[in-house]
C-alpha cells in the first residue's frame, strides 16, 4: 500500500477514535500500535516501547512538570484573584473596561502560570460572574476570558515552547523571548476589540445592569484593598522576571530556572496567603500531577505517532510534496499556516508540535525564515485551536465555569478573537520583527 493511502487510513482512524471520546493519548497511541503491526509486524513492538519511555526521559523535559507547578501554585492561590481587582482598578473607565482588565488578567497570569487551561479557569471563576452581574453580554464575557486564556501558550515561561525548543533543538531561551512582543501584541488586539464590542453592546451600561452603577461605586471606595492586592501579586512577577533573566542571561538551563520558580512560587503563596493547612498543597500537587502526567503521555504517544508515520515513509512522503511544490515562500507559508490551522482543530498544541515540528523546520529553513519566528507563527496558531470546534479546549473550560451560557454564545463569543489572532499571523509575516527584534536585541 502506498504511503499517501497509508496515511488517510492512519488519520481517518484517528479522527473516529477522537469522534467517540478516545482520549488523545491513548487514540494516537492506539493508531500508532495497528500501524506499525500492520507494518512491521510483532518485533516492532520492542521500538513502540523503546520510542514511548526514551522520548520523555531527556532531561529538558523535566522543565515541564516544574513549570507546571509553579502554575498550579499560583493558580490554588487567590492570585488571580487580587491580579483581577487591581487590573480593574485601573481599566475600570476605558470602554468595556471590565473586560479589558480580564484580557489583562489573562496576559500577566499567563506569564505567572504558562498555561492556558489555568489561566482561562482562574480568571474565568472571577471574570465571568462579575461581568455578568454588571450586565456584560454573556457572549462577550465568555469570548474574552476564553481567548485571554490562549495566551498562556505563547507568553513566557511557555510549556509549548519548551517542547518546540526540544523537538527543533532551538535555543528555548531565545524562544521565550521570541514569545514575548507577540504576545503583548495579541493581547492588545484582544483589548481593542473587546473595547469594540462592548461599546457596540452598550457594555456595562446594558439597561439589564441595574447595579451597575452601585457596583462601579464600591470599586472606587475599595481602592486601598486593591492597591493592597496589587502588591501581594508583584512577588510572583518578581520570580517570573527573574527566571526569564536566568534563562537569558546563561545563569541556568530551563529545568534549573523552572526548578527554583516552581520553589519559589510555592513558598509564596503558602507565605502571602496563609495557605498553611495540607489540603490546599494536596490540591496543588494533585493539579500538578495529574497535568503533567496528561502533558507527558502525549508527548510520548505523538513521539510514537510520529515514528510510525516515518516508518511506513508517510512524512517523508508528505514533506517532500510540499518541499517540491514551486510556489513562492510565501505561499508555501501560507499553506503551511492552513495544514498547522486544521491540526489545531482536532489535536492538542503539545501533539502537534512533537508530531509537525520536526518535519516541517527543514522545510521553513530551506524557504529561508526564520525558526524563532516560525515557533511564534506556530503556536498561534494552535491557540485558534482552542477557541474552536470540534476540539476547542478553552470554550469547555469557560462552558464548566458558567454552565448556564450556551456553547453557542460561548463559540460566538469567541470567534472574533480567533479573527485578532489571524491578524497577528500576518502581521508576523508583513513585520517578522515583531518577533525577532527583542530576541536580537537582548542575545544578538
Not at 214 to 242: C, H, Y
Not at 275 to 280: C, H, I, R, S, Y
Not at 371 to 387: D, H
Request: glycine share 10%; net charge neutral; aromatic share 10%.
Amino acid at each position: 500500500m502506498d504511503p499517501i493511502t497509508l496515511g488517510i487510513i492512519v488519520a481517518v482512524g484517528l479522527i473516529v477514535l477522537m469522534a467517540i471520546g478516545t482520549p488523545i493519548a491513548f487514540a494516537l497511541g492506539g493508531v500508532s500500535l495497528l500501524a506499525l503491526l500492520y507494518d512491521r509486524g510483532l518485533p516492532e513492538l520492542t521500538y513502540f516501547g523503546e520510542t514511548f519511555f526514551d522520548r520523555i526521559a531527556e532531561f529538558g523535559f523535566v522543565a515541564i512538570p516544574m513549570f507546571i507547578l509553579m502554575g498550579a501554585a499560583v493558580a490554588s492561590s487567590p492570585t488571580g484573584r487580587d491580579l483581577y481587582r487591581s487590573l480593574d482598578l485601573w481599566m475600570g473607565r476605558l470602554p468595556g473596561g471590565l473586560a479589558v482588565s480580564n484580557i489583562g488578567a489573562c496576559s500577566i497570569f499567563a506569564a505567572l502560570s504558562g498555561s492556558s487551561p489555568a489561566t482561562c479557569a482562574a480568571i474565568g471563576k472571577m471574570g465571568i460572574p462579575e461581568m455578568r452581574t454588571r450586565g456584560y453580554p454573556d457572549g462577550v464575557a465568555a469570548g474574552c476570558i476564553a481567548a485571554g486564556g490562549t495566551l498562556g501558550i505563547l507568553i513566557p515561561p511557555s510549556v509549548t515552547m519548551i517542547i518546540y525548543g526540544i523537538s527543533t533543538e532551538t535555543s528555548i531561551g531565545r524562544l521565550f523571548i521570541a514569545g514575548v512582543v507577540p504576545g503583548f501584541m495579541l493581547a492588545g488586539l484582544f483589548m481593542i476589540w473587546t473595547m469594540i464590542a462592548c461599546k457596540l453592546a452598550g457594555g456595562y451600561n446594558n439597561p439589564l445592569a441595574a447595579s451597575a452603577e452601585k457596583l462601579k461605586e464600591n470599586i472606587k471606595q475599595n481602592v486601598d484593598s486593591n492597591m493592597k492586592a496589587l502588591v501581594r501579586v508583584l512577588p510572583f512577577l518578581g520570580v517570573v522576571a527573574g527566571i526569564l533573566f536566568a534563562l537569558y542571561g546563561g545563569v541556568a538551563t530551563p529545568s534549573e530556572a523552572a526548578g527554583v520558580g516552581a520553589f519559589l512560587c510555592l513558598a509564596l503563596a503558602i507565605l502571602i496567603y496563609r495557605m498553611w493547612q495540607l489540603g490546599p498543597i494536596k490540591l496543588i500537587m494533585r493539579d500538578s500531577l495529574r497535568e503533567s502526567v496528561m502533558i507527558m503521555l502525549v508527548i510520548a504517544t505523538a513521539e510514537v505517532f510520529a515514528y510510525a508515520l516515518s516508518s511506513m515513509f508517510i512524512t517523508q512522503t508528505v514533506a517532500a510534496a510540499i518541499a517540491d511544490l514551486e510556489v513562492n515562500r510565501w505561499v508555501l507559508m501560507g499553506v503551511i499556516n492552513l495544514f498547522l490551522l486544521v491540526a489545531g482543530f482536532f489535536l492538542p498544541p503539545v501533539a502537534v508540535i512533537v508530531m509537525t515540528a520536526p518535519i516541517l523546520l527543514p522545510i521553513i529553513l530551506a524557504a529561508d525564515f526564520d525558526p524563532y519566528w516560525f515557533a511564534v507563527i506556530l503556536t498561534i496558531n494552535l491557540e485558534i485551536g482552542l477557541i474552536t470546534p470540534p476540539v476547542g479546549l478553552n470554550l469547555f473550560i469557560i462552558k464548566g465555569i458558567a454552565p448556564d451560557i450556551s456553547l453557542r454564545d460561548i463559540l460566538m463569543g469567541s470567534l472574533p478573537y480567533a479573527l485578532c489572532m489571524v491578524l497577528g499571523i500576518l502581521l508576523l509575516c508583513l513585520f517578522p520583527g515583531i518577533a525577532l527584534w527583542l530576541p536580537n536585541l537582548i542575545m544578538g
